[in-house]
């Protein structure tokens, strides 16, 4: 029996992470410090006090967040899985296999013995859970905790063993539900993880190893974590508290008893804690729970767009005065983008005022919307700003696009792995040959593309595309026309 399906990646892997108050308790001490003076030190106490002067408790004079786990634990389980059993599978095990006359003794056609096979095995894990609603009796906890699962068994903290329902799970941000029949339940308030900042503390409570209840504690040691390659929509929050095998699914909580994040990976040599662990924010985990409470799953659509990051250089490469924001690379035609009138080029800046940094964001915000949802994008298009509403729906099948094929001139130039031809007209310059690894193949230039610009210039010779490209050192936007298509590539 594992202990647990535990996400563990190593040397680039996953889990969430537990933080507490303890740390800071014997600093003030130690500098002769008063309990009230380190009440001030926190914004809010582990209680939900408004007032920064309400007193920390204490037991014997010291700082405690015993009353906050007391109130905390009661809604974190463990969560026990038992798999679908294993087809049965002749025994390489056994010596008797091992010897081809034996093995056709035993195995063969009118062998008195028959197929010798290892009984069915049935797969059992074990994990961590949180309530967030007592009166419904639903229960978060990883996609990977109870996947592949037969039967699901929920321990209370009372020791009470209930069986569970699985209401639904998402692969993609590593989220399920479950729900349980049980009076007596206490459950968590879901928290604001938008809030939480930086060097924040928090307390983590799981079911590490199958030990038991446990709870841990650290601060948030990042934010909007991704391109871990953890899960398909990464968002991560980043925590230096102990978290190991068994924590998956567990509770990650702020200072006030509210639940801010699901315990789902670590980063480990070795597969245990080194202060490396990851969450998946209530923000995204709430959006998941609403789809999967309504139809037990999760319904996924897009707006058809392919974005990057950008970058300072490629920033004032475009005109723009601030690196951030997901640049739109092309733009399908026929999808809601296209509908919308987003182009090649547009940087996506926020969607419904809330800014957007990065490419993953966009990702995001898009992935886990539902069909049919309409969002404002702040677009940065040739210095302006836009506003563009796009609804998001399922995208059609690609219609077949006319190329764009101005006739070439014999003029040709090289640069980055990329021959470059001169058009007869001068509009555009033809992609004639792209060598395969070189760096602008693997940017995504490819033979037959037409680069009609070049940093937002219009693109008029084979030389002026291969002069742009020559430092190697820099990025340089190439804006293409792909089969009728707009597409921005960056070669680096």
Known sequence: MSNSPFRYLPAAAAVVALAVAAPFASSFVSQGLKTDTAAVALSQSPFGMASADAAIPTRDGMPTLAPLIERVTPAVVNVSVKGKAE???????????????????FQGPGSPFGQQQRPPRQAMSSGSGVIVDAKR??????????????????????????????????????IALLQIDADNLTDLPIGEST????????VAVGNPFGLGQTVTSGIVSATGRSGLNIEGYEDFIQTDASINPGNSGGA???????????????????????????????????SIMTQLVASG?????RIGVAIQNMSPELAKNLGIDKASGALVGSVEKGTPADSAGLKAGDVVTAINGTPIYGASELRNRV????????????????????KVKVTIGKSPEKAQMAKFEPEAKSTREMARGATFTDTQNGKGVIVSDVEQGSPAWMSGLRPEDVVVGVNRKPAHSAKEVSDALADGNHQTALFIKREGQDVLVVVQ
Do not use: W
């Open 87 to 105: 087809k049965a599978e002749i025994d390489e095990d056994n010596p008797a296999m091992q010897n081809p006359e034996l093995r056709r003794f």
């Open 137 to 174: 009796g639903y229960i978060l906890t990883n996609h990977h905790v109870i996947d592949n699962a037969a039967e699901i068994t929920v321990t209370l903290k009372d020791k009470r063993e209930v069986t569970a329902k699985l209401i639904g799970s998402d692969d993609g941000t590593d």
């Open 195 to 202: 809030d939480m900042k930086v060097g924040d503390y928090v």
């Open 252 to 286: 990650l909580v702020n200072l006030k008893g509210e639940l801010i994040g699901i315990n789902t990976a670590i980063i480990g040599p070795s597969g245990g804690n080194v202060g490396i662990g990851f969450a998946v924010p209530t923000a995204m985990a709430k």
């Open 297 to 301: 799953s999760v319904s996924r659509g």
């Open 367 to 386: 992935g886990l919307s539902p069909i049919g949802t309409t969002l404002e994008l702040a677009v940065l298009r040739s210095g302006d700003t836009k």
